[in-house]
């Protein structure tokens, strides 16, 4: 598959102000190991997503990409990752460490997709990842 160099994304620039996000062309990553890379076909929001904005919680440097959720097609994959997860329709919930899903492309790490069977449509699979996880932390709180 033979991807373009480059995509949009939404940067931050060190406002709180989601306005502020700055919609720029970038260099496609490239997936490092242990990486697949994904052709975004819709993202989540979460409140996590408008929370950090402020920066006071993460170490971002602007032009920085927000965004923890997010679904889509594997289209490369890094080192140590099977080449059967190209072309495989996938949800994740990213690292708030690494670029975001505010992209037309990421990567993430291979351990962190979620399969996403053809009748779960894209937006029902994007607003999964964070709500589940933070549903399954919950109940394993739970005595």
Not at 10 to 18: E, I, K, L, R
Not at 92 to 119: C, D, I, K, N
Not at 133 to 141: D, Q, S
């Amino acid at each position: 598959m033979i991807l373009p160099t480059t995509h949009r994304a939404f940067t931050w620039q060190g406002s709180a102000d989601p306005a502020d996000l700055l919609l720029t062309e970038t260099q496609i990553p490239k997936p490092e190991a242990d990486d697949v890379l994904i052709r975004n076909v819709v993202i989540g929001l979460n409140p996590v997503d408008w929370k950090v904005l402020g920066g006071q919680l993460v170490n971002w440097q602007p032009g920085h990409v927000p965004g923890v959720d997010g679904a889509g097609v594997v289209v490369a994959v890094g080192d140590n990752v099977c080449t059967s997860w190209v072309g495989q329709r996938i949800a994740y919930h990213q690292s708030l460490g690494r670029h975001g899903s505010f992209a037309e492309y990421t990567p993430v790490r291979a351990s962190a997709v979620l399969r996403v069977p053809a009748m779960v449509s894209w937006e029902h699979a994007a607003s999964l990842p964070c709500p589940g996880l933070t549903a399954w932390l919950a109940l394993e709180k739970l005595p």
